[in-house]
């Protein structure tokens, strides 16, 4: 007899159960299931990924749902199962509004959504059950109006209990059939763990499992049937909801969202493309070429149209239109989108391809039937509007957010398993220590780790906490929402994804990206940018000043190339690391294409042709190519094979092949598949040598192709993300007060990000000057050549308080110290008052801070008998004694996290002028230098001879740099993080970053810094 579990709950009812859809899967495949089912409590987020899974294996899914529902204001459970397409539809229905109104649906609802349905009472789990077992059976009548197929389903336990009897004659008189239901909550009985461990984290508390808990492992067929014996037509029921049950969906289908119904969306997008053209080559200059342009992009048109993609590029540039309309910095492009002229033409990107030798076949390939991809950098502060223009544009059931789920991760996992387990904590820290921050499985480290190995083997305790954890690891325990995901469609979403509450009026999806994907339903990324931010912020900055200002477009500005070549970098997109640095300084940049070369090389593997790259560049090496017909091809990349888009090039050069077909060659080649290497060889071979080309040169060009492959970088995406590498640079490198100003505000609150700025602004020259009552904002703002500091900038003054001093301030400006403080006793406490005098705001008066400090609560009592008359007669009486510099240096320093008036090292300044101290900017390899400044990170090793030593940091107000202390100096000094030191010591170059190898200290300069503070 054949037994199809029905009642499976997977990893997707979360901290419900432990069960793998693959694993459940393969399970049902060992034990020969013909049929199985899965019902999630309230959602179907697991349900594509099942069915795919099933129609693999050769197993007929069933698609159930278990739902709670409220009827009279009573809530009960049922388990729902589709019986075909219409059902599967009515499912998602229901499942929705689950998750719209917190887990349950309402009973109308359920009525309304009834068809195509079998449903199943769960047993002791309904109050049905107990209507049963008392013989009240008019709520079970209504249920069988709503569900011709309905069933009542009896666990093992159920079936044994005393009221079974009675349960059995209840269902007979209203012939109602019983079926074998048995809740799956993990996969083997030894998983009950992992089941208890999921219960306790969601309660907070760890509680024994039940005896009937202990079963809820997945059953075997054998185990249906020894446990059922005596209830066959129980386990034939089981059988039969399963023939009732045939969801069949399609994976074979594009569904392309729809632009507008009223319109011809080939005729339009070319009509808008032709006028976009015409404006593109009148603003470049470009006229002449009017005829080279427009052959490209026919060529394109052509291509979209017949893979029937015009609307999706409509929806793309009727939204990045929208976008700039409104004043939001649109990104120039980024993936391989910009290698669309039609693009360009839209204004979608900012690229001219043909410029930059981008192919279209790259982006989107007619060899290669697949979903186009364009997606869209926009500033974080600014993605979410575009967004809900397009929800509102194309209507609430066709545009929705992706949803994607948090899972137990290697760390978290081996906490929560140590918890429950009661380890030692010295000994889970040892486990974490182990795994660090690898990405691997529990799995494979401890394949590969002898150490993990070792203490399995010796603790007990451990060896359970691993096994625990590895099978926590992977199971999702959140649902979140995809960073960029949008899907578009044409018809109403229910009709492919169940949904689930969204953001700003937008729904999500129950289903995540690839299950989308799968489906044919096309998902478009609006990804969030911090550097366009900034840019739009600088921007913003410069026109008030300079009101025409915009970024000249042709990228050959010669102050911004030399500030990138000496690696300048710091707030500049995609340039900051040191690796980066170094590989600018060497190449020498000082054109747009070394930028685009030097994103692109700057990844594992193409690194390794930098040292090469430079030698070529510089002349130290001769650009020699394997063949005389790559020259054209290789030249803007000194002879070396850099980009996807020159793989393209050579196959259509050398076999005459399409691009289209250039671009599965590439495809295949870099997947390093020994049998597809071999398999491709012989046509580029042979279609080489019909054009002429030697064999023997035809094979070596072949393999050049392959050992570069996977090399290759994508150039569109490279042009794309130096153009904004560039626009960041310019705007550091002309307009520094401007951009810093604009970096410094996203920043605010952050100690150490403002810190490295304001040694940018030194290096630049643009001083940085404390907040002003009547000067200041709530951003860093630009006066002339320096930067002011905002007033929610100071300690304790969050935005909301700077918003209402500057509507105050509206009210006109602050006259005097008395003036401010009255004004703003009825917006601030005392204490924030005082941590603005700290500041440097009320400065501008003239006072000392001290008297400041002194003066503001016999300020504040007065101004309580503002109403008598003798009032303006009574002043407070201001010194000039000012605090001690300790006191101002370290108020200053709390109230705006960096020292802007207050200088340690001023006090130093003659011995800097007679060039005894070097400033840590300035040291330079190879010198020997002595700097002064504050050991900020001091960290201990022991050597192999046993012996201390040290690695450290010292910083100064230029900059900072490490140091190594060797033992010999080492043990010479007491050194403490907080130290004013002077170091003496040889400067070296290691990973890009100086370094200072220390052979003398001196820690007799000023004591130590932080006590000078207190």
């Known amino acids: 007899m054949r037994v199809v579990p029905l009642y499976v709950l997977t990893e997707y009812s979360m901290f419900q159960s432990s069960c793998k859809i693959a694993q459940i899967v393969e399970a049902a495949a060992d034990n020969h299931f013909t049929h199985l089912a899965i019902t999630d409590e309230g959602n179907l987020h697991g349900a594509l990924k099942f069915y795919q899974a099933c129609k693999k294996a050769r197993i007929e899914p069933i698609i159930g749902l278990k739902l709670k529902y409220r009827n009279e204001q009573e809530s009960d459970y049922l388990l729902l199962y589709a019986m075909n397409n219409s059902g599967y539809f009515n499912l998602m229905q229901l499942a929705s509004l689950a998750k719209f109104n917190d887990g349950l649906v309402e009973w109308e609802q359920l009525l309304a959504s009834a068809r195509d349905l079998i449903a199943v009472i769960p047993g002791a789990e309904s109050s049905l059950f107990y209507e049963l077992q008392n013989r009240r059976f008019a709520k079970v009548e209504k249920l069988k109006q ?86 066959e037509e129980m386990l034939r029921n089981t059988e039969k909801i399963a023939s009732l049950c045939r969801v069949d969906i399609s994976f074979h289908t594009f569904h392309m969202p729809e632009f507008a119904t009223d319109l011809d969306s080939d005729d339009y997008l070319q009509s808008l493309c032709l006028k976009g053209l015409s404006k593109r080559l009148s603003l470049t200059k470009k006229e002449h070429l009017y005829e080279t342009y427009r052959e490209r992009l026919i060529h394109e048109l052509s291509i979209i149209k017949k893979m029937g993609y015009s609307d999706y590029f409509l929806i793309v540039w009727d939204f990045v239109k929208y976008a700039k309309n409104e004043g939001i910095y649109v990104g120039p492009g980024r993936g391989s989108a910009p290698a669309s002229l039609v693009s360009y033409c839209l204004g979608i990107t900012q690229i001219d391809p043909l410029e930059y030798g981008l192919l279209f076949e790259r982006f989107l390939n007619p060899e290669r039937i697949t979903m186009p991809d364009i997606d869209i950098d926009f500033p974080d502060d600014a993605r979410d509007t575009v967004i809900k223009y397009v929800g509102e544009k194309y209507g609430q059931n066709r545009v929705a957010q992706i949803c994607t789920f948090g899972t137990f991760q290697l760390k978290s996992s081996l906490r929560e398993a140590a918890k429950i387990l009661k380890l030692p904590e010295t000994r889970l820290n040892e486990l974490l220590k182990i795994v660090g921050n690898s990405d691997e499985s529990m799995e494979s480290i401890l394949a590969s780790n002898s150490r993990l190995k070792s203490l399995t083997e010796t603790y007990p305790d451990i060896a359970q906490v691993i096994n625990l954890a590895s099978k926590l690891e992977g199971l999702p325990r959140t649902v979140s929402t995809h960073a960029a995901g949008i899907v578009i469609t044409k018809e109403n979403l229910l009709n492919y994804t169940p949904l689930d509450k969204g953001m700003n009026g937008i729904y999500q999806t129950q289903y995540e990206a690839s299950d989308l994907e799968a489906l044919g339903l096309l998902k478009m990324d609006f990804l969030s940018l911090k550097n366009l931010s900034n840019i739009k912020k600088t921007l913003d900055l410069i026109q008030k000043d300079y009101p025409s200002f915009a970024i000249p477009n042709d990228f050959q500005d010669f102050k911004t190339f030399r500030m990138l070549s000496k690696g300048w970098t710091t707030g500049v997109f995609q340039l900051e690391s040191a690796g980066m640095r170094k590989m600018l300084m060497e190449l020498g940049v000082n054109r ?61 050069k050398f076999a005459g092949y399409t691009l289209g077909q250039a671009d599965v060659l590439r495809r295949a080649v870099s997947k390093k598949n020994r049998e597809i290497l071999e398999k491709e060889r012989l046509p580029f071979v042979q279609a080489a040598s019909r054009r002429g080309y030697e064999k023997a040169v ?122 401010g403080v009255i004004r703003l006793k009825k917006i601030l406490p005392e204490n924030l008052i005082e941590n603005l005098i700290f500041s440097g705001a009320f400065d501008a008066f003239g006072l000392t801070k001290k008297t400041m400090v002194e003066q503001m609560p016999s300020i504040i009592s007065r101004s309580e008998y503002s109403f008598m008359k003798d009032y303006d007669l009574i002043k407070p009486t201001f010194s000039d004694i000012e605090y001690p510099f300790g006191t101002l240096l370290e108020k200053e320093k709390r109230m705006l996290g960096v020292n802007l008036q207050y200088n340690i090292f001023d006090q130093f300044n003659h011995l800097y002028q007679n060039r005894r101290y070097t400033k840590i900017a300035m040291t330079k390899p190879g010198k020997t230098v002595e700097v002064l400044g504050i050991l900020t990170r001091l960290n201990l090793i022991t050597t192999k001879n046993n012996e201390q030593m040290a690695f450290g940091i010292i910083k100064d107000d230029s900059g900072e740099i490490d140091v190594t202390i060797f033992p010999s100096t080492f043990k010479q000094y007491q050194l403490a993080v907080g130290m004013l030191i002077a170091i003496r010591g040889r400067i070296e170059e290691r990973k890009g970053k100086n370094q200072l190898l220390a052979e003398l200290i001196n820690v007799n300069i000023g004591g130590n810094y932080e006590s000078t503070m207190l």
Do not use: C
Not at 174 to 185: F, Q, W
Not at 610 to 619: D, I
Not at 637 to 646: A, F, M, P, R, W
């Open 146 to 231: 709503t569900f011709p197929y309905l069933y009542l389903g009896l666990s093992l336990n159920e079936t044994e209990s005393p009221w079974f009897e009675i349960i059995e004659q209840a269902a007979q008189k209203i012939n109602l059939p019983l079926v074998a239901l048995h809740g799956a909550r993990f996969l083997k009985p030894e998983d009950k763990e992992v089941y208890q461990v999921l219960k306790a984290i969601k309660s907070g508390v760890l509680t024994p499992l039940s005896q009937e808990e202990t079963d809820l492992f997945y059953y075997s067929a054998e185990d249906y049937q020894k446990r059922f014996a005596g209830k």
């Open 592 to 652: 747009f294409s070394d930028l685009t070369l030097a994103l692109a090389l700057y990844r594992p593997g193409p690194l390794e042709m930098v040292p090469q790259v430079v030698a070529r560049k510089k002349g130290k090496e001769p650009l020699t190519y394997l063949h005389p017909d790559l020259e054209p091809i290789l030249k803007e990349t000194y002879g070396t094979l850099v980009y996807q888009e020159q793989i393209l090039l050579i196959a259509r």
């Open 698 to 819: 035809a094979e070596e060009i072949y393999d050049y192709i392959v050992r570069f492959a996977d090399y290759g970088f994508n150039k569109a995406h490279s042009v794309a993300y130096a153009m904004v590498a560039y626009e960041t640079a310019y705007l550091k490198a002309n307009f520094p007060q401007y951009y810093l100003a604009a970096l410094m505000s996203t920043v605010i609150g952050s100690e150490s990000s403002l810190e490295t700025y304001l040694q940018e602004a030194k290096q630049f020259k643009v001083r940085v000057v404390p907040p002003d009552i009547n000067l200041s904002s709530d951003q860093f703002t630009v006066e002339k050549d320096r930067i002011r500091f905002p007033l929610n900038g100071v300690f304790g003054i969050t935005k909301v308080k700077a918003e209402q001093i500057l509507a105050e301030r509206k009210n006109g400006a602050f006259v005097s110290f008395e003036d």
